[in-house]
């Protein structure tokens, strides 16, 4: 059984850090692609980040480009979301996705989430 577990959300006040993990079972993880979408309340779900299988290719939202990091230990079967300087309107639900695709990005699993608030 396939899943995607999200850990690493929390409550952060603006300029902080953060760092998400995504943990994957029931598949070859390595031959993977991953990504990074949020949520926000009355919002649609928003591209943040993609990594290709090998970790070697990423491709990032506007918005977090510059600030947030995506990568991956295939050792470990865990995907990471490196966040910096995190602003108010990051606050969100994180989901990460694992696809056979890298771009355009195949969303074959999700996670169920991880709650991120940043204080102004």
């Known amino acids: 059984q396939v899943q995607l577990v999200e850990s690493g959300g929390g409550l952060v006040q603006a300029g902080g850090s953060l760092r998400l993990a995504c943990t994957a079972s029931?598949?070859?993880?390595?031959?993977?692609?991953m990504g990074w979408f949020r949520q926000a309340p009355a919002k649609e779900r928003e591209f943040v980040a993609a990594?290709?299988?090998?970790?070697?290719?990423?491709y990032y939202g506007d918005s977090v480009e510059g600030r947030f990091t995506i990568s991956k230990d295939n050792a470990k079967n865990t995907g990471y979301l490196q966040m910096n300087r995190l602003k108010p309107e990051d606050t969100a639900v994180y989901y990460c996705?694992?696809?056979?695709?890298?771009?355009?990005?195949?969303?074959?699993?999700w996670g169920q989430g991880t709650q991120v608030t940043v204080s102004s």
């Open positions: 996705t694992a696809g056979r695709n890298f771009l355009p990005l195949e969303k074959n699993y």
């Open positions: 990594l290709s299988s090998n970790g070697g290719n990423t």
């Open positions: 029931g598949y070859t993880f390595s031959n993977y692609a």
